[in-house]
């Protein structure tokens, strides 16, 4: 069981920046890390993920460019740098972790453990 917690949201102006944070409780070094993000009445969506090594990086088409995912294994956490932020990425970010082999997955379907959230907003 591997128990997540993301922290660093808040409220920012469009074109600013944020850095998440997700902690986890126990050596992340095993899993895949990804973050998802999700607004009222729609469903979950995939933001970006990063391979147990940090070799590998998959990113929404919508934040390529924009968002930089890192990961720090002797710490058991991975980060999510966001810059340049819209209106329109505004939501509920959801950090996970899944069993996956030198690659990261995008597919919600793989990751098995999840954070609580943490509120993104973002003023136009």
């Known amino acids: 069981q591997v128990q997540l917690v993301e922290s660093g949201g808040g409220l920012v102006q469009t074109g600013g920046s944020l850095s998440l944070s997700c902690a986890a409780s126990?050596?992340?070094?095993?899993?895949?890390m990804a973050w998802f993000r999700q607004t009222p009445g729609k469903a979950r969506e995939f933001v970006a993920s990063i391979s147990q090594s940090g070799s590998h990086t998959s990113y929404a088409d919508r934040v390529k460019g924009r968002f930089t995912i890192s990961r720090d294994n002797a710490r058991n956490t991975v980060n999510l740098q966001m810059d340049s932020l819209k209106p329109e990425d505004a939501a509920v970010y959801y950090c996970?972790?899944?069993?996956?082999?030198?690659?990261?997955?995008?597919?919600?379907?793989?990751?098995?453990?999840w954070g609580q959230g943490t509120q993104v907003t973002v003023s136009s």
């Open positions: 126990r050596r992340t070094s095993g899993y895949a």
């Open positions: 996970a972790a899944g069993s996956a082999l030198f690659s990261a997955p995008t597919n919600s379907g793989v990751y098995s453990y």
